[in-house]
Each structure stands twice: as structure tokens, then as C-alpha cells.
């Protein structure tokens, strides 16, 4: 079945430091990852996917099959980035999509 | 950047009445739209994709009778709460799709409250 687990509801880290926000997926066919941010009084809003390598906001994101991890990453956190991040999962197709519980990251000044 | 609007923000309906949930798209063609629910402090959970001129696919568990979506045009898709009953309170979110990368472009949300 498809899943999509990240395990820390809350994570909080001082300014400047790293964050590694954690996903893990079970999906039985070729996943499409997503990461989705969510900031104060906002709606959803697409950080990156793993389709286009990309770096945003400093942030980065590797797909690790063998590990079905898509964890999400920045060597120095900044208070702007404080916000409910969500990893998302779909099939190629893009026709469904599976949305994890979400983690509330707050960088501390 | 595509923009998605939904309307009401926030509904407030007696048990029995039904309520209906616009979704559009605003400066693009969207020829997918999902709508989700969300309780509080937990995640989206899909309900059903609707595409442009064809009838929804809903998820495993959600009513289709209950949960009518309409997706007449490429800009507007409906979701219309029949016979709501105080558990169907929740909060309703609304994407569009079909960039044919994946991105979807979320709405701001409709807060459903049953009394």
C-alpha cells in the first residue's frame, strides 16, 4: 500500500544550524517525490520535487530507493524557514497523491 | 504564479443541508483537480481526482454519493457536501494539476463547520 511516513510531528533547531526534515515512502511502483511547504496564514505551496534536482531556499532533497527516503535537507536553518513541511508521493502519472503527516519546523533565533 | 481560489473560506450549515465548495483556477487550464480533507493536526488525505468532462475517481472509503465533485470546465471544479452531518466538519482543500509535471497549485481552503 501506498505510504508516506514522516515521524517527527515537530522539529526545532537554532539559527544557522542544520535541519533534516525526515520522509520515508512504501509505494510498490516508480515514485514521483514532492515536498510541500506551509507557511503561517498560507496554503500549500510546492518546495521542490525530486524530478528536477533542484535546490530551493537552500533546501535539497534526495531520492534514496534503496532506503524509500526522501529526506529533506539544509546545511544552515533560517528563522523565515520556520513552517509545516509536508513529503508528498505520486506515480508517473501524476493522478493521485499521497501526502505524509506533516512536520512542523521552528528555528529558534 | 498559477493561482487557485476557493469559495466559501469558511461555511457554517445545519445537519441535513447541503453545501457546495468552489474550486478555480484563475490564469491557467487545469485539466486535474484533487480535492482533500484535513482534520486537525493530521494530513491531507486525497478524496477524489476529478478530471475536466469526465466523472471523479474517488479514493477507497469516500462516498461518492455523498460527496458529489463536478468538474465541468478546464477552470472550475465543484465539490458539494450532500446531507452533512456534524462529522463531515473539516476542512476542505482544493488542487489543481495536469502541468503534466506534477506540480499541483493549492487553494486556501474551505472550513466546513456542521451544526
Known amino acids: 500500500a501506498q505510504r508516506v511516513t514522516q515521524p517527527e510531528k515537530l522539529l526545532s533547531v537554532f539559527k544557522g544550524a542544520p535541519v533534516e526534515l525526515k520522509c520515508n515512502y512504501s509505494y510498490s511502483g516508480s515514485p514521483e517525490l514532492f515536498w510541500y511547504v506551509q507557511y503561517s496564514r498560507q496554503r500549500l505551496q510546492l518546495l521542490l520535487r525530486?524530478?528536477s534536482r533542484e535546490s530551493i531556499k537552500g533546501f535539497t532533497a534526495d531520492l534514496n530507493k534503496g532506503e524509500t527516503s526522501f529526506h529533506l535537507k539544509k546545511p544552515f536553518a533560517q528563522e523565515e524557514d520556520s513552517a509545516m513541511y509536508y513529503c508528498a508521493l505520486s506515480g508517473y502519472n501524476f493522478n493521485k497523491f499521497y501526502f505524509g503527516s506533516g512536520t512542523k519546523l521552528n528555528v529558534k533565533p | 504564479g498559477a493561482v487557485v481560489s476557493q469559495h466559501p473560506s469558511r461555511v457554517i450549515c445545519k445537519s441535513g443541508t447541503s453545501v457546495k465548495i468552489e474550486c478555480r483556477s484563475l490564469d491557467f487550464q487545469a485539466t486535474t483537480m484533487f480535492w482533500y480533507r484535513q482534520f486537525p493536526k493530521q494530513s491531507l488525505m486525497l478524496m477524489a481526482t476529478s478530471n475536466e468532462g469526465s466523472k471523479a475517481t474517488y479514493e477507497q472509503g469516500v462516498e461518492k454519493d455523498k460527496f458529489l465533485i463536478n468538474h465541468a470546465s478546464l477552470t472550475l471544479s465543484t465539490l458539494t457536501v450532500t446531507s452533512a452531518h456534524p462529522e463531515d466538519s473539516s476542512f476542505y482543500i482544493c488542487?489543481?494539476?495536469?502541468?503534466?509535471?506534477?506540480?499541483?497549485?493549492f487553494g486556501p481552503g474551505t472550513r466546513l463547520t456542521v451544526t
Open positions: 525530486h524530478i
Open positions: 488542487s489543481a494539476g495536469g502541468q503534466g509535471n506534477g506540480e499541483q497549485y
